[in-house]
């Protein structure tokens, strides 16, 4: 299956009006930190249903998920509903804001996937995490840039859409979760024989 990024450029090209509005927003309770992240998004051929969660109704949802560990955060996405949620993708970049040279630079750490018992919700949890590790060029002019360097065993991985769950990620203190969404095209193709 095909799938195309739905950057705002792009539905701009497909003359699909859409507006993104983003909200990230740190809560901390108890001494542990959460941060929310949410998308609300409105488009005419996606069919998205543009009812945001109140704030009583995301701390509903998130009672279920256990609380951060000591030096751990807690990022929550919440997806808002489409008509079509089985052609849409989540990809998520986990990694850290770094000055780097020229050469590419990874992360390397775990990025395990674990149910809560007797709901059956999944969320992943983020753990061993070192680097960077990097190629070995000689930069000609040895200036070092800002860039988000991620961690690459969470690289290509694309998650089911689910407006009904949040998707819930337990990482490092110093790590950033970033999302977007992949849709599939409605173009077939064959395959050659």
Partial sequence: MKYKLALSSLMLALMIPTTYAHEQRTVTNNGHTTTLNSTSATTTHLSMNNTALSEAQKTELLKPYPAPQKNMTRHVIFLPQLNDENSVKVELAIGKNLDVD?????LIGK??????????YSYLEVSDVKGPLSTLMACPNNTKTNQFVTLHSAENQLYRYNSKLPIV???PT????????WHA?????????
Avoid: P
Wanted: hydrophobic fraction near 25%; include cysteine; aromatic fraction near 12%.
């Fill in 102 to 106: 020229c050469n590419r630079q990874r």
């Fill in 111 to 120: 990025v395990t996937q674990k149910t809560i018992e007797g709901w059956g």
């Fill in 169 to 171: 990620i337990y990482t």
């Fill in 174 to 181: 110093d790590i950033t979760v970033k999302y977007r969404l």
């Fill in 185 to 193: 095209d409605n173009n077939w193709q064959n395959a050659n024989q």
